[in-house]
């Protein structure tokens, strides 16, 4: 119940598909998708492995409640040693393909080794085989989405896949499902791209089931009424999506602006959630069509989108003319503040190609950022690029960088390497705005000084999804604190990332927790599963988890140095805003969380942390 | 008095909460393979429609049964199968013109929309309201309620919000 006992685990090397049961007694410890798939993934990978060998995994891992009628019930995740970082990673997406393999009746897929030629992933419930994709290969997610379903005549299938990025290296390539919702980060698509696995089709029609139907009921129905009622969650999020925040960030002044010069952006309104709805001059019509849920879900922050016909990036060319997924605040701010570009068209369009050839928009628009540094001080030239000229603020640089990266050539390869590869080759590493080699996400840490040690210690490199301290710091939740102290922000993080590692391995979505905590979610996963699931578990569910995962970059080599951040946020001021003046105080926190976790002063987990949480 | 479903697709978001709460209703299980109600992404458009069984006054599927499986529930209007009673010829799904009955493979048995016997569960879990319950006579209510507040006002185009 809530767990299917059943994995299927797919070794690519030998072309075989075969089921097992779940280790029922990690997922005890583990609940699912992140913390149990990343058990897994520790038990099974050596941390030093290259991960684009075939020895390194790419686990495919739903939650208990994934599939079920709680609210945004559809998430899974994809866990394996990240492309990007060499650490561990795990990406969360939502759409339908997570709930439909749950509805096929698996838990998780393990896919290991290599395939000799490209491959893909059919699943119709207890049913796997591993298909031919020569037909496949070389084309976009959205082409391998139109084949996949024509050629199985089945439109309810629902489709996980990579492009052309994944395909050709792209060091942050995405998983993207349902056409446009990514497990995004750290290069999990990379990764599926060197198994030459290049989709997963899955169609399920044996439904979930949960322990006590009618408590369960009883647990949802509360929790939906609190999402319904929460300002966030039931106003601020339907209407906006994550965009909701562009002005409040700028205008706290932590909106990271030309990669991290600046701390606000003068083009900010332009680019907002606002701005979205706002009709355009040149048609009447507002870039946005409609908001879309994922599968279960109450509040629908998703953004459809449609781009201006008369738009340069798609005169001409009305296979761009359709809607699709449109800009949520991460792709924003990365494809807009980031380089300095304001137009609302040519970011939706760099968005959509993100998608259609399947890489991270924050990845990829903080290092088209680093990269028009490296231009602005005359590093690199015309002549790397080919005569396209790497302005802040062009907007034809960014969307023939979106181009070129998408399909690797010319010089998107270089793009294609991620700004600490990018930066490195070209001599000024320090320019790379990135942690553990990942890039930053939307919010300054000298603005918002909890996500500086949220950036500096999370496991999977820069990420705001491990710790999202912003909730605290500019909104208020679940209380206020001041995002320039760094007094208090060491137990803020960890209990943030304790919290958090617990959600993302329960199948729901971390946006619930703009309204819901673990109070709301605790009962709703008791009435779903076997075991006892209370705050406090759920809480050293989220500790275990954390530190299995230190364990593993441990293993993997990152040591203390790793956990900082780069020269220009511990030295280099905020130039404007309330943040004027700051820089962030990692030296200051950075101790006392290690003290808080029970670690030694080296960031080591103690014999005694480790004991306690059953590592 | 009979009510309806009246589904306004532009309320719809697309999270088949609806889906499952008529599986659950019917089945026990979270299943939207089994739901009597389905939405439909038209996503190049950016819409997302539900559609399940209007209840046609005079049912094609009630009038093609060979066996008499298909009843009307007086009290509710529902055309509904009575499962003892279907053989599984199929015969419904091809008179209904609009797809909406439909065979299941697990119980050889068809399925359709019963209005869960007055009290729909997809309408109750709709969040958006796109899906509701009303007055089978007045299903147009709120449409007309919104054109009606503009009749005595300056003039406008479009449609009221």
């Known amino acids: 119940m809530g767990w299917h006992n059943k994995v299927l685990r797919v070794n690519l090397t030998a072309g075989t598909c075969t089921p097992e049961p779940l280790n029922a007694e990690w997922a005890q410890q583990y609940l699912g998708q992140r913390g149990l798939a990343t058990k897994y993934l520790v038990e099974e990978v050596d941390p030093k492995v290259d991960p684009l060998a075939p020895e390194n995994k790419i686990i495919f891992a739903t939650g208990p409640l994934t599939g079920t009628a709680a609210s945004t019930g559809g998430r899974y995740s994809v866990i394996t040693k990240g492309a990007l970082t060499g650490a561990i990673a795990c990406s969360n997406s939502g759409g339908y393909f997570g709930a439909e393999l749950k509805m096929a009746g698996w838990d998780m897929i393990i896919c290991e080794g290599r395939a000799a030629n490209p491959v893909y992933l059919f699943i119709e419930n207890d049913s796997a085989e591993l298909l031919p994709a020569d037909g496949l290969w070389g084309k976009s997610v959205w082409e391998a989405d139109e084949i996949i379903h024509r050629t199985h005549q089945d439109p309810l299938i629902r489709i996980s896949a990579i492009g052309r990025a994944g395909e050709t290296g792209v060091m942050y390539a995405a998983v993207v499902n349902d056409l446009h919702r990514a497990a995004g980060r750290s290069g999990v698509g990379t990764v599926m791209g060197s198994k030459n696995l290049k989709a997963i089709a899955v169609r399920g029609t044996s439904g979930v089931t949960v322990k006590d139907p009618a408590r369960f009921m009883q647990a949802t129905a509360a929790a939906k009424q609190v999402l319904a009622d929460n300002a966030v969650t039931g106003q601020g999020l339907p209407k906006y999506g994550t965009q909701v925040l562009m002005n409040v960030i700028n205008e706290v002044g932590a909106l990271p602006t030309r990669n991290h010069r600046d701390v606000q952006f003068e083009g900010a309104s332009h680019i907002s959630g606002e701005a979205m709805h706002e009709p355009r001059p040149s048609d009447g019509k507002p870039n946005l069509v409609t908001n879309q849920a994922c599968f279960g879900c109450t509040i629908a922050c998703g953004r459809i989108s449609r781009i201006d016909q008369k738009h340069y990036t798609v005169v001409n060319r009305p296979e761009y003319w359709s809607a699709s997924g449109g800009l949520e605040y991460e792709a924003a701010w990365a494809l807009g503040a980031a380089t300095g570009v304001d137009d609302l068209e040519a970011l939706t369009y760099a968005n959509f190609l993100c998608n259609e050839q399947g890489f991270d928009p924050i990845s990829f628009g903080a290092t088209v950022g680093a990269a028009m540094e490296l231009y602005d001080m005359g590093v690199i030239t015309d002549a790397e690029t080919g005569g396209l000229q790497l302005r802040f603020g062009s907007a034809e640089a960014l969307t023939t960088l979106a181009e070129l990266t998408g399909h690797g050539e010319g010089f998107g390869r270089e793009i294609g390497l991620g700004s600490k590869r990018l930066c490195e080759k070209y001599g000024h590493p320090d320019l790379s705005m990135s942690v553990k080699g990942q890039e930053f996400p939307a919010y300054d840490s000298r603005g918002i000084q909890g996500m500086g040690l949220t950036y500096a210690t999370s496991n999977r490199g820069a990420c705001h999804l491990r710790s999202y301290t912003v909730s605290s710091e500019i909104l208020g939740i679940p209380e206020k604190t001041d995002p320039l102290a760094s007094e208090g922000k060491a137990g803020l993080v960890k209990a943030f990332q304790d919290a958090t590692a617990a959600v993302d391995s329960s199948g729901l979505c971390l946006f619930t927790t703009f309204a819901w905590t673990l109070g709301d979610i605790a009962p709703q996963l008791d009435a779903a599963c076997e075991g006892e699931w209370s705050i406090d578990r759920l809480l050293e569910t989220g500790e275990r988890i954390w530190n299995m995962e230190r364990q593993f970059n441990l293993a993997a080599g990152f040591t203390a140095k790793d956990d900082t951040l780069p020269k220009r946020l511990l030295t280099e001021p905020a130039k404007t805003g309330p943040a004027k003046g700051k820089v962030n105080e990692l030296p200051k926190m950075l101790p006392e969380y290690y003290q808080l976790r029970g670690w030694d002063t080296e960031g080591v987990p103690t014999g005694e942390t480790l004991s306690r949480l059953g590592l | ?161």
């Not at chain 2, 049964?65 to 009673?85: D, Q």
């Not at chain 2, 729909?120 to 209510?141: L, S």
């Open chain 2, 1 to 161: 008095m009979l009510r309806s479903l009246h589904i306004e697709p532009r309320k719809c978001t697309g999270c088949l909460q609806c889906e499952m709460a008529c599986s659950y209703e019917n089945e026990g299980m979270f299943n939207p393979a089994r739901s009597r109600i389905k939405v439909f992404n038209f996503h190049e458009e950016g819409r997302m429609v539900p559609y399940t069984c209007t209840q046609c006054a005079e049912a094609w599927c009630l009038h093609a049964c060979p066996v008499e499986a298909i009843v009307v529930n007086h009290a509710t209007g529902a055309k509904e199968v009575l499962e003892s009673r279907c053989v599984g010829c199929k015969v419904c799904t091809i008179a209904c013109p609009f797809g909406t009955v439909n065979y299941q493979q697990a119980t050889g048995k068809v399925i359709k929309c019963d209005l869960c016997g007055g009290d729909p569960a997809c309408a109750k879990a709709c969040p958006t309201q796109a899906i509701t319950y009303v007055d089978a006579d007045w299903t147009g209510y709120d449409r007309m309620r919104a054109w009606a507040s503009r009749t005595d006002a300056q003039p406008a185009t479009g449609t009221p919000a």
